[in-house]
């Protein structure tokens, strides 16, 4: 009796994503988040209380020297509050994206040794990342019920401000982390990149320090439209800034395929390279 052999061939030229493929290999990306979360924090004296000290102390030295010593404005709420609402955000973007930065690299050995769909390594970093924001975001509100900030319906806008973020730190990641294969010059750059663009968004300051005249070119960055947003809909100091939030969605939405289809492209050299 003969038996049948299956043959996987890398395919030439641009190569369409099998979504159906990836639903397939689902339970596999839960498993390399939860090994994420798990080589975080093992052996480590604190544990998930990391996840509440890094947010905290940075908003503590942030709320010194811009709210005390430089008067940061803070659009008519307490300083801390205003930083550590932005802080959460931006640190989830940047985790997730110096994470699928190196996500290939660091496993080069399921890369080169075993088939599945690539896709689901950086990708896995954005469920990784979620349960320290998730973690950050529970002190948020408790600090907004100390410092006596209520809550609105815009509230019921979070969800969708986290699912834009977390579309531009993939769509980057994904571009990053195939970059990274070839150019290890990558996994270098990036951090010294996150340090700039946290200063090019209005993490510590409002959009509006710029003036009406360059504040558009704020939008220019997809992080600054989601930060903008956040602040609003938790904070109800303003109107919600929908033009931004928009202009964050889409340019985070052509990252995200643009990377997705160039990922494919250049997926089949990685276990050679890598």
Same mark, same amino acid.
């Given at each position: 009796?003969?038996?049948?052999?299956?043959?996987?061939?890398?395919?030439?030229?641009?190569?369409?994503?099998?979504?159906?493929?990836?639903?397939?290999? %689902?339970?596999?990306?839960?498993?390399?988040?939860? %090994?994420?979360?798990?080589?975080?924090?093992?052996?480590?004296?604190?544990?998930?209380?990391?996840?509440?000290?890094?947010?905290?102390?940075?908003?503590?030295?942030?709320?010194?020297?811009?709210?005390?010593?430089?008067?940061?404005?803070?659009?008519?709420?307490?300083?801390?509050?205003?930083?550590?609402? =932005?802080?959460?955000?931006?640190?989830?973007?940047?985790?997730?994206?110096?994470?699928?930065?190196?996500?290939?690299?660091?496993?080069?050995?399921?890369?080169?040794?075993?088939?599945?769909?690539?896709?689901?390594?950086?990708?896995?970093?954005?469920?990784?990342?979620?349960?320290?924001?998730?973690? =950050?975001?529970?002190?948020?509100?408790?600090?907004?019920?100390?410092?006596?900030?209520?809550?609105?319906?815009?509230?019921?806008?979070?969800?969708?401000?986290?699912?834009?973020?977390?579309?531009?730190?993939?769509?980057?990641?994904?571009?990053?982390?195939?970059?990274?294969?070839?150019?290890?010059?990558?996994?270098?750059?990036?951090?010294?990149?996150?340090?700039?663009?946290?200063?090019?968004?209005?993490?510590?300051?409002?959009?509006?320090?710029?003036?009406?005249?360059?504040?558009?070119?704020?939008?220019?960055?997809?992080?600054?439209?989601?930060?903008?947003?956040?602040?609003?809909?938790?904070?109800?100091?303003?109107?919600?800034?929908?033009?931004?939030?928009?202009?964050?969605?889409?340019?985070?939405?052509?990252?995200?395929?643009?990377?997705?289809?160039?990922? $494919?492209?250049?997926? $089949?050299?990685?276990?050679?390279?890598?």
């Amino acid at each position: 009796m003969e038996r049948e052999s299956v043959v996987i061939e890398a395919r030439k030229g641009w190569v369409p994503v099998d979504f159906r493929e990836l639903w397939k290999f %689902r339970e596999l990306l839960y498993f390399l988040a939860w %090994r994420d979360i798990k080589v975080k924090y093992k052996q480590t004296a604190l544990g998930v209380v990391w996840a509440v000290l890094q947010p905290v102390l940075a908003m503590l030295v942030f709320s010194i020297v811009f709210g005390r010593f430089a008067s940061m404005p803070s659009e008519g709420v307490p300083y801390p509050i205003f930083v550590l609402t =932005g802080l959460l955000l931006w640190n989830y973007f940047a985790a997730v994206l110096a994470q699928s930065t190196t996500s290939l690299v660091t496993g080069a050995n399921l890369v080169s040794k075993v088939y599945f769909p690539r896709l689901i390594i950086p990708a896995s970093s954005a469920i990784a990342a979620l349960i320290d924001f998730l973690i =950050g975001f529970m002190v948020l509100i408790v600090m907004m019920l100390w410092y006596g900030v209520g809550f609105t319906t815009g509230v019921l806008l979070a969800p969708v401000i986290i699912g834009v973020t977390l579309i531009n730190a993939v769509g980057f990641g994904i571009w990053f982390s195939a970059l990274n294969v070839r150019y290890r010059d990558v996994q270098y750059a990036v951090p010294f990149l996150i340090q700039i663009w946290m200063f090019a968004s209005p993490v510590i300051y409002p959009a509006s320090l710029l003036g009406e005249r360059w504040s558009w070119l704020m939008y220019l960055n997809p992080m600054s439209g989601v930060i903008e947003a956040i602040r609003p809909a938790m904070l109800a100091n303003r109107p919600i800034p929908w033009e931004g939030l928009a202009i964050s969605g889409g340019i985070g939405l052509v990252v995200f395929l643009a990377g997705v289809f160039y990922f $494919r492209r250049v997926e $089949r050299h990685f276990a050679d390279v890598i």
